[in-house]
């Protein structure tokens, strides 16, 4: 079993009234090769005639986001003509590549009622070889995503493999990524393949990992000593959970890009401002 090197609590940074907590990057943590970022937004309540989501088009390059709703709705529309409205429980997996412009917003329907809204946000960088891939988008609703029963709870599997079960999406870099909802008494085996990096990530509750707890909304690294991380629960707790081969390349990083050198984002930011990402998708 993987020993548990620390753990890194979330900074809290709010954008507007988006109550928001970032465990990576943070002081000490740049990242978890190939996990570049990560931003938890809420849990919070919206009012009725609320102003959604402050996330209008913007671009992006070079990377992969991951946006997982746990509560509430999200609408995303892009510069490829992707567009969609994820409900809670459900996962937006976009392939920036080469180049898009998207927006995050909130439907019509939470800006006129509001409700409860907790969304993770997370970053997955690309090779080199890779980051001018063609953009792609696949919204899932929670019906798409196996539900995996596990002893005390379940697992909700997105890319990847566990206990034979294979995750909907199919990852450029085959990147395992799943929700883990458990409850009291709850023990779970998760796999963290020789080689692989992990990510593990406390939403809420305390679980333990490998024998030590870990806190609340803090990410935890571990150690390359094992092939499994046994994850068991005193009181309900939900995790982020991922594995994937580090990538071993530079990080170059501008904003919305994620490149190698400084000659590529400056390429990047050129090609933006020279259109080539698309027409920003019409935000209504």
Excluded at 31 to 36: G, R, T
Excluded at 63 to 87: C, N, P, Q, W, Y
Excluded at 209 to 228: M, Y
Aim: aromatic share 8%; with cysteine.
């Amino acid at each position: 079993m993987r020993q548990v090197l620390n753990q890194y609590p979330a900074q809290r940074d709010d954008i507007a009234d988006l109550v928001t907590r970032r465990p990576l990057p943070g002081p000490g943590l740049p990242q978890v090769d190939p996990f570049l970022f990560l931003n938890h937004h809420g849990p919070q309540t919206y009012c009725p005639g609320n102003s959604g989501l402050p996330f209008g088009p913007h671009p992006h390059r070079g990377f992969e986001t991951v946006s997982f709703i746990l509560k509430g709705e999200m609408a995303h529309l892009d510069s490829g003509g992707h567009e969609s409205v994820i409900r809670a429980g459900g996962v937006q997996w976009m392939t920036a590549g080469s180049g898009l412009i998207h927006a995050e917003i909130s439907p019509a329907s939470f800006k006129r009622d509001g409700g409860p809204l907790e969304i993770l946000q997370l970053w997955v960088n690309l090779p080199g070889r890779l980051k001018m891939t063609k953009p792609a988008y696949t919204g899932l609703q929670r019906e798409d995503i196996p539900a995996i029963p596990v002893d005390g709870g379940v697992v909700n599997l997105i890319s990847g493999g566990f206990g034979g079960v294979r995750g909907p999406i199919e990852s450029l870099t085959d990147v395992a990524m799943m929700t883990v909802e458990l409850e009291a008494g709850a023990k779970v085996d998760l796999p963290a393949p020789s080689g692989r990096a992990v990510f593990f990530y406390v939403v809420a509750g305390s679980p333990s990992a490998n024998g030590t707890p870990i806190k609340p909304q803090h990410l935890a690294t571990f150690a390359v000593d094992g092939d499994t991380i046994t994850v068991k629960t005193e009181a309900p707790a939900t995790i982020l959970y991922g594995h994937a081969d580090p990538i071993g390349q530079p990080v170059m990083s501008h904003g919305p890009f994620v490149m190698n050198t400084r000659e590529e984002i400056v390429r990047a930011i050129e090609d933006y401002n020279a259109g080539l990402f698309g027409k920003p998708p019409v935000v209504r």
